[in-house]
């Protein structure tokens, strides 16, 4: 794992190494010294100890990162000069269309039940015991939202009090307006520092991944393994069919054809012209990182200046239907890999924090796994259990981080359609606007210079 590989190849080779070495550590004859176990000593000494580190440095920004960039996402929202009716709209729609996504995961999740075949043996060799309570009733968890005191809910991250609080001071940050601009100037840079701390914490995730997957695969049996696999493969199904079903659907159902052509506006072309931005999020799994190529993407097929610059930020944010299906898929798998029996009201609070999650997740690598954290809480599945899909969580964000940008485009499509903000004739022709315009500014910024400045 040297300085120069990416953290991609690094996460993928800490992925390989881990498992390789859990399995020999389940090959190699127990060695004992004076008396003390070598195995038992890098088992649970050195593989123990920088496997919980890392979790812990997860533990630390969960909350912070959740509270914060949601504070910054609720109030993004709000520029008064772009957004009103728009932006409403898109918010709606980025929170409802969270809803089929997840049901959907866990629909896949069960069926398919990843975790099936799973034998009381590997649950018990994996080190993280379940440790559940009684699960609260749907009112409790409808009345548990409002904290009694808001510090309480941050300091013992309580999931959808945090979520709670930031919506609320989220919204008296716009309704103050102009006095409240300083408030939200601290926690737009808040939310930078919060982030830098997250890239830190990922730059340890390879070593922490590593251990975590050693130690949980020096115990594990083959079954389990199988599940890690089988969890990979639901993700992706479920993703694909929400993909062609929910967006194909949608896309069909609510925009149809070019009004003025009565040309019929196809996913695959939609496809095709949003390949770019898809590609770039598939590689950097950063939804935030992808934007300017997602801007100039929406470009070419259409939308205006004004529908882009409201659609794609505020999407980056708080439409993450990929991760929302990952989420769901990850409650149900890790439920039923630990034997956690989830009631319906646990079903009911999955939806909600899971979607509320995904407002909060920041659009960078790892953020949904981050974000998971807290639905599993909020059903009283140990969050230790995270580490059992960790290692393998690029190959499930990825594909999950295309699906949150692919979304941007559909509803924006649906949205702009409805407030005559995307141009079909562009949508369905050839030209490459975005380069057009990208040649435009840097001619008339030559002219500039060469004018003065003016
Ligand atoms: N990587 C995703 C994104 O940037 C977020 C996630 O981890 O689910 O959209």
């Known amino acids: 794992m040297s300085g120069k590989m990416s953290l991609t190849t690094?996460?993928?080779?800490?992925?390989?190494l881990g498992v390789a070495t859990g399995f020999l550590l389940q090959a190699v004859p127990e060695v004992v010294i004076m008396g003390h176990s070598v195995n038992y000593l890098f088992v649970e000494g050195l593989l123990y100890f920088v496997g919980t580190l890392f979790l812990n440095g997860?533990?630390?920004i969960v909350v912070p990162l959740i509270f914060v960039s949601l504070i910054v996402g609720v109030t993004s929202i709000t520029d008064p000069k772009k957004v009103g009716r728009v932006g409403g709209k898109l918010a709606l729609i980025y929170l409802l269309s969270t809803f089929p996504a997840i049901g959907a995961a866990m629909f896949f999740g069960t069926v398919l039940n990843p975790a099936a075949g799973v034998t009381e043996e590997s649950i018990s060799a994996f080190y993280l015991e379940p440790t559940i309570g009684t699960p609260p009733g749907v009112i409790e968890i409808l009345l548990n939202i409002v904290p009694r005191n808001p510090f309480a809910a941050l300091s013992g991250g309580q999931t959808l009090q945090v979520i709670f609080i930031a919506i609320a001071i989220g919204l008296a940050i716009i309704a103050v307006g102009e006095a409240a601009r300083p408030v939200?100037?601290?926690f737009v840079s808040l939310n930078e520092v919060i982030m830098k701390i997250t890239s830190v914490v990922m730059k340890f995730a390879p070593y922490g991944v590593f251990a975590l997957l050693a130690r949980t695969f020096s115990m594990l049996g083959l079954e389990a393994i199988?599940?890690?696999f089988m969890f990979v493969v639901v993700v992706w199904l479920a993703l694909a069919f929400h993909t062609i079903v929910i967006y194909g659907g949608a896309l069909k159902i609510f925009v149809g054809r070019d009004p003025h052509t009565g040309k019929s506006i196809n996913l695959a072309t939609l496809f095709k012209k949003a390949s770019p931005a898809l590609a770039f999020a598939f590689s950097s799994?950063?939804?935030?990182?992808?934007l300017p190529v997602t801007m100039k993407c929406a470009r070419n097929l259409g939308f205006s200046r004004e529908m882009t610059s409201i659609t794609f930020p505020m999407g980056v944010t708080l439409n993450m239907d990929g991760t929302a299906i990952f989420q769901g898929v990850a409650a149900v798998f890790l439920a039923s890999f630990l034997g956690v029996n989830l009631s319906a009201g646990d079903i009911l609070t999955i939806l909600i924090t899971a979607t509320m999650a995904t407002l909060g997740a920041a659009g960078v690598p790892g953020a949904g796994m981050i974000m998971l954290s807290m639905v599993l809480m909020s059903v009283g599945i140990p969050i230790g259990a995270i580490a059992f899909i960790f290692g393998i969580d690029r190959i499930v964000d990825m594909p999950r981080t295309a699906i949150n940008v692919?979304?941007?485009?559909i509803y924006g499509l649906i949205v702009g359609k409805q407030e005559g903000m995307i141009d079909f004739a562009q949508f369905n022709s050839n030209?490459?606007?975005a380069a057009m315009e990208a040649l435009e500014a840097m001619e008339s910024g030559a002219a500039a210079t060469a004018g003065g400045g003016e």
């Open 58 to 60: 997860i533990w630390m």
């Open 226 to 228: 199988r599940a890690l």
């Open 184 to 186: 939200r100037e601290l």
């Open 10 to 16: 690094k996460m993928l080779v800490a992925l390989v």
């Open 406 to 409: 692919f979304g941007d485009f």
């Open 431 to 433: 030209t490459d606007l």
């Open 285 to 290: 799994a950063s939804s935030a990182a992808t």
